[in-house]
């Protein structure tokens, strides 16, 4: 009982329960045990402290001084950052755009290229079976009276370095 007392001495200002006793503190400074069990029976007269409950104020809960804010040169730094990495996706993004269209384009003038060699090739091969070339010899030589140059009729002449020929008065004879 007296190491609580002492106890109590230290505690000042605060109620300490130790069991089923009760120490309050007396207006002399001094602390006087009641058993709770009988301080409710004996005393008719005890009435139980009424106390006031304060509301909460609001706390303004302040952020660390590391994590008030970003400061401008930040701000513009990640600013110019995000604009880049947009300009250079869609850019991407218009490239390949262009890569597809180009494949695409190069599919359809391949298929192009592939039915104007079919029709070249049949149309070819039409004129080789319609026209039959000694039939045309024939026709020539014999209706026509075609025949071909001895060697000292035949006239050559040089080329010019342009690429087409002015002809000024009739070949001679």
């Known amino acids: 009982m007296a190491q609580n007392r002492n106890r109590l001495q230290y505690q000042t200002g605060t109620s300490y329960i130790d069991g089923n006793t009760v120490r309050k ?3 002399g400074g001094q602390y006087a045990v009641h058993d709770l069990n009988t301080a409710y ?15 909460p104020e609001k706390h303004i809960q302040r952020q660390p001084r590391g994590l008030t804010g970003i400061s401008r040169a930040s701000l513009l730094v990640l600013t110019l950052a995000i604009v880049a ?7 991407f993004l218009m490239m390949q755009y262009e890569v597809n269209k180009a494949e695409k384009d190069i599919v359809k003038m391949e298929k192009t290229l592939t ?6 090739d049949a149309a070819y091969e039409q004129i080789n079976t ?19 140059p001895n060697k000292n009729e035949v006239i ?6 342009e690429n087409y020929t002015r002809q000024y ?5």
């Not at 319609?130 to 071909?148: C, P, R, S």
């Open 41 to 55: 029976r004996t005393s008719p007269a005890y009435e139980p402290e009424i106390r006031e409950h304060k509301k």
């Open 115 to 120: 039915t104007l060699k079919t029709e070249n």
């Open 169 to 173: 008065a009739d070949i001679p004879d």
């Open 130 to 148: 319609v026209y039959d070339l000694d039939y045309v010899y024939d026709v020539a030589v014999n209706e026509l009276g075609m025949v071909y």
């Open 85 to 91: 990495t947009l300009y250079f996706c869609i850019d």
């Open 156 to 161: 050559t002449y040089k080329k010019a370095e």
């Open 25 to 27: 503190r007396d207006y």
